[in-house]
């Protein structure tokens, strides 16, 4: 990996994520993978591109400056007052417009504020409603809500179509738009509109917001020999929570080991790479990325902790929410022998996004790349399909049960009736 990169996923999480990512307000990972290192050898030179003709540009700019005058002051969004303000508010409308213009959800530039807080979103703290979002064939669409979030309290689920946010229709709103609608202050409400893939009938969905603080890693020793291990998602601190989770794992002198992935919208690559390299041999081939001829592809391969045996019993529970760096690592892990997948289709980001810092304070998320697995495919726009199909039903969420953890243990050759040893 070379030494300027830094990958994130991010997804859903969002413009999936990308992943636009919505955690609880804000776009994460996660939900989308997002890449930021030094620029690939863009230029980044003066001047209009060659052939390039841009005096409408500054037309339209300077038309602007004679003649426009607000329809309506009216508006809870705060607005520039000195002239200043007003041509750098421009200068950022220019910018997304013309990532508007290639039509790629998960391609869009963070002004200031949306930068500031996709930055605290990844170390895991933020406020919202906790829920990474994403556009998916043309629909704004809920990758996962946050366990524990309002959002998941307040009834959304994984795959649910946003038809509106308070009213207002999404339909062509870009991810980043809509994180902008749905974010804000602790307390306040948005009112989400959706329906859910095999519904007929849209529902309304109110939902308080809230400072999230995302639990990424958790555990769970059961009584009948099986450790279990969640990771809610792939942040910068994901790695080390999951060494002291082995650790425990370890200890507990259990043997067989289920890793949740549900509901992952992904984060960053780094993580899936780094976690996954505990049960990879030196140099196996995690993830690639294919650049189509734009530049070499690059391999990313595992740092070789391989420190458990071919005794190791593993499952990994994935499902729609599951996206970007939790289908990376879930697809190595299963391509490489180490574990069976368990759940339902996983979320389909098989795209990769670069953050390039445009100013000290703005980013912009392009996608430069398509996600390879192992064996050399890109990850299916339907998502990767689990060894064992196993459905989760509305039926079998208001009885608090849980049929995907249930079948993971039965595999492993548990009991699905025991509980908690902690």
């Given at each position: 990996?070379r030494?300027?990169e830094?990958?994130?996923?991010?997804?859903?999480?969002?413009?999936?994520?990308?992943?636009?990512?919505?955690?609880?307000?804000?776009?994460?990972?996660?939900?989308?993978?997002?890449?930021n290192?030094?620029?690939?050898?863009?230029?980044?030179?003066?001047?209009?591109?060659e052939?390039?003709?841009?005096?409408?540009?500054?037309?339209?700019?300077?038309?602007?400056?004679?003649?426009?005058?607000?329809?309506?002051?009216?508006t809870s969004?705060?607005?520039?007052?000195?002239?200043?303000e007003?041509?750098?508010?421009?200068?950022?409308?220019?910018?997304?417009?013309?990532?508007?213009?290639?039509?790629d959800?998960?391609?869009?530039?963070?002004?200031?504020?949306e930068?500031e807080?996709?930055?605290?979103?990844?170390?895991?703290?933020?406020e919202?409603?906790?829920?990474?979002?994403?556009?998916?064939?043309?629909?704004?669409?809920?990758?996962?809500p946050?366990?524990?979030?309002?959002?998941?309290?307040?009834?959304?689920r994984?795959?649910?179509?946003?038809?509106?946010?308070?009213?207002?229709t999404?339909?062509?709103?870009?991810?980043?738009?809509?994180?902008?609608?749905?974010?804000?202050?602790?307390?306040?409400?948005?009112?989400?509109?959706?329906r859910?893939e095999?519904?007929?009938?849209?529902?309304?969905?109110?939902?308080?917001?809230?400072?999230?603080?995302?639990?990424?890693?958790?555990?769970?020793?059961?009584?009948?020999?099986?450790?279990?291990?969640?990771?809610?998602?792939?942040?910068?601190?994901?790695?080390?929570?999951?060494r002291k989770?082995?650790?425990?794992?370890?200890?507990?002198?259990?043997s067989k080991?289920?890793?949740?992935?549900?509901?992952?919208?992904?984060?960053?690559?780094?993580?899936a790479?780094?976690?996954s390299?505990?049960?990879?041999?030196?140099?196996?081939?995690?993830?690639?990325?294919?650049?189509?001829?734009?530049?070499?592809?690059?391999?990313?391969?595992?740092?070789?902790?391989?420190?458990?045996?071919?005794?190791?019993?593993?499952?990994?529970?994935?499902?729609?929410?599951?996206?970007?760096?939790?289908?990376?690592?879930?697809?190595?892990?299963?391509?490489?022998?180490?574990?069976?997948?368990?759940?339902?289709?996983?979320?389909?980001?098989?795209?990769?996004?670069?953050?390039?810092?445009?100013?000290?304070?703005?980013?912009?998320?392009?996608?430069?790349?398509?996600?390879?697995?192992?064996d050399?495919?890109q990850?299916?726009r339907?998502?990767?399909?689990p060894?064992?199909?196993v459905?989760?039903?509305?039926?079998?969420?208001e009885a608090?049960?849980?049929?995907?953890l249930?079948?993971?243990?039965?595999?492993?050759?548990?009991?699905?009736?025991?509980?908690?040893?902690?």
């Open positions: 990996m030494s300027e830094r990958k994130i996923i991010i997804s859903v999480a969002a413009a999936m994520i990308a992943t636009v990512v919505l955690l609880i307000g804000g776009f994460l990972g996660g939900y989308f993978l997002a890449v290192q030094a620029h690939r050898g863009v230029g980044l030179a003066a001047g209009a591109p052939g390039v003709d841009l005096s409408p540009v500054w037309k339209a700019w300077y038309t602007i400056d004679e003649k426009f005058v607000p329809a309506s002051v009216s969004t705060p607005m520039a007052t000195t002239t200043a007003l041509n750098q508010e421009k200068v950022w409308g220019m910018i997304q417009g013309l990532t508007a213009s290639l039509n959800p998960y391609t869009y530039f963070m002004p200031p504020v930068n807080q996709f930055a605290t979103e990844m170390q895991g703290s933020f919202g409603v906790g829920m990474e979002i994403d556009v998916k064939d043309g629909i704004l669409t809920v990758v996962s946050l366990k524990g979030s309002p959002a998941e309290r307040a009834g959304v994984a795959g649910d179509h946003i038809l509106k946010i308070d009213g207002e999404t339909e062509g709103m870009d991810t980043g738009s809509a994180v902008r609608k749905i974010r804000g202050e602790k307390g306040t409400k948005v009112v989400l509109t959706l859910g095999e519904d007929s009938q849209s529902r309304e969905v109110s939902v308080t917001r809230d400072v999230i603080n995302i639990p990424i890693v958790t555990t769970e020793s059961r009584q009948d020999g099986i450790f279990v291990i969640q990771i809610a998602e792939f942040t910068a601190n994901a790695p080390d929570l999951f989770a082995l650790r425990e794992f370890m200890e507990s002198g259990d080991l289920i890793i949740d992935l549900r509901g992952n919208p992904g984060g960053y690559l780094e993580g790479v780094e976690i390299s505990w049960f990879l041999p030196s140099g196996a081939i995690v993830v690639s990325e294919d650049y189509a001829g734009h530049a070499s592809n690059i391999d990313h391969r595992s740092y070789g902790y391989d420190i458990f045996t071919d005794k190791l019993q593993m499952i990994i529970l994935v499902d729609k929410g599951s996206a970007s760096a939790s289908e990376i690592m879930a697809g190595a892990l299963r391509h490489h022998g180490d574990a069976k997948l368990v759940g339902t289709n996983t979320f389909g980001k098989g795209s990769v996004q670069e953050l390039v810092p445009i100013t000290s304070d703005t980013s912009l998320k392009i996608t430069v790349a398509r996600w390879l697995g192992p050399g495919e990850i299916p339907d998502g990767i399909a060894d064992y199909e459905e989760v039903t509305e039926e079998d969420r608090k049960k849980d049929p995907q249930a079948k993971a243990v039965e595999l492993l050759g548990g009991n699905p009736a025991v509980g908690s040893a902690n």
